[in-house]
């Protein structure tokens, strides 16, 4: 059960961190009383206790914003929960997709929760064509040419993979999972579906 030996702090609260279930993008930390936490596991959207208004509330229900609880899991001492979360809308209150968007750290490097963000960006160009855009392009010129690009840069990627160039090797790497996301958008498939498949594999 999702309530039993939770170690609530002296104020009867407990750290809840809401992901993206999708791309492990993380979108929002607050608390949880008992009471939320058992409204979260018996509703299956998160709930929450605010503690300037102290009271429990309800994520997006004046917003719409609300979450859907996918999987939810306890740190090692049980006062922390990790849930996953299909969010609707945006998570902060500001309208960002993420409360953390004030980034302090930066670095060149980036991890796999972009893609989510590339899927957000090839989605919206395809159902807003901006002029100039080559993804935009591509939708125009349909699903034969995208996965005609998308089978050349495969192959692209294998002549690479033969050379000495790390640089180059990279480079085509991005040029296909660039081009795939544009061939799953156009056959209406999410990356996650593609997950999905690989877990179930795993497992």
Known sequence: MLTENV?????????AIAQDWETGEVLMQAY??????????????????????????MKGETSG?????????????????LMQVEQTGAACHTGHRSCFFQEEITSEKI?????????????DRKEN???GSY????????????AKKTGEEAVEVVIAA???????????CADLLYHLQVLLEAKGVDLSEVCTELKRRHK
């Open 7 to 15: 170690k609530f702090d002296e104020r009867g609260l407990i750290c």
């Open 32 to 57: 949880m009383n008992e009471e939320a936490l058992a409204r979260t596991a018996a509703t299956g959207f998160a709930h929450y206790y605010s503690r300037s208004r102290k009271c429990l509330w």
């Open 65 to 81: 914003h609300v979450q859907r609880v996918i999987s939810a899991a306890f740190d090692c001492d049980r006062d922390c929960l």
């Open 111 to 123: 991890g796999a929760t972009f893609f989510g963000e590339l899927e957000r960006v090839v989605k």
């Open 129 to 131: 064509p901006a002029e």
């Open 135 to 146: 993804t935009c392009y591509l939708f125009s010129k349909g699903i034969d040419k995208i």
């Open 162 to 172: 033969k050379n000495d160039s790390r640089e180059e090797f990279v480079g085509e």
